[in-house]
T-cell receptor
Framework: EDQVTQSPEALRLQEGESSSLNCSYT??????LFWYRQDPGKGPEFLFT???AGEEKEKERLKATLTKKESFLHITAPKPEDSATYLC??????????????FGTGTRLLVSP | EAGVAQSPRYKIIEKRQSVAFWCNPI?????LYWYQQILGQGPKLLIQ????????DSQLPKDRFSAERLKGVDSTLKIQPAKLEDSAVYLC?????????????FGEGSRLTVL
């Protein structure tokens, strides 16, 4: 069964204090790994897609990396506006032959000024 | 570009009552998804449509949940009768197709409270 585990569940940082979020996965036939950001009361918003081990993507203060078993979302010098829940999802082949996304439970990030 | 539209945003019902949620995806997106997100959890796929055909409904509780996508555009998700454990946010998402899932575009969700 395809599984995605995120840690920590919650993380509190001071503004400017860098850290990393972890996403470990078990999936048969990984097609891609996705990071989404979700603000309270909103739907998830796409951040990155990673397809192969060693790949890295960057966007402002965020950098996502991928290995064969896990992905990290590095946050450098975070600001209060980076506070959100960060969701990891793996793209897997469903039973019907179509692709589907399986999400983890997310990491709630709070950045204090 | 207009995003994914969902309604209603909020709904409160008694258990055993019925409820329906509506979704209008981004124009031109062939694939439409309904996800259930219980508080503190990640989204769980309920059903996935490719145009107006169902390609995955393996996690849809079919004794109480139903969904349709008429003419391959708008979709409706219905719950009848509702249970307490159905309290959640129901997220609709769309993507260009199911073969290269790529980026999913989500609506703001419909929050259901079952009393």
């Amino acid at each position: 069964e395809d599984q995605v585990t995120q840690s920590p569940e919650a993380l509190r940082l001071q503004e400017g204090e860098s850290s990393s979020l972890n996403c470990s996965y078990t999936v048969s036939g990984l097609r891609g790994l996705f990071w989404y950001r979700q603000d309270p009361g909103k739907g998830p918003e796409f951040l990155f897609t990673l397809y192969s081990a060693g790949e890295e993507k960057e966007k402002e203060r965020l950098k996502a990396t991928l290995t064969k078993k896990e992905s990290f979302l590095h946050i450098t010098a975070p600001k209060p506006e980076d506070s959100a829940t960060y969701l990891c999802a793996v793209q897997a082949l469903g039973n019907t032959g179509f692709q589907k996304l399986v999400f983890g439970t997310g990491t709630r990030l709070l950045v204090s000024p | 570009e207009a995003g994914v539209a969902q309604s209603p945003r909020y709904k409160i019902i008694e258990k055993r009552q019925s409820v329906a949620f509506w979704c209008n995806p981004i124009s031109g997106h062939a694939t439409l998804y309904w996800y259930q997100q219980i508080l503190g959890q990640g989204p769980k796929l309920l059903i996935q449509f490719q145009n107006n055909g169902v390609v995955d409904d393996s996690q849809l509780p079919k004794d109480r949940f139903s969904a349709e996508r008429l003419k391959g555009v708008d979709s409706t998700l219905k719950i009848q009768p509702a249970k307490l454990e159905d309290s959640a946010v129901y997220l609709c998402a769309s993507s260009l197709d199911s073969f290269n899932t790529g980026e999913l575009f989500f609506g703001e969700g419909s929050r259901l409270t079952v009393l």
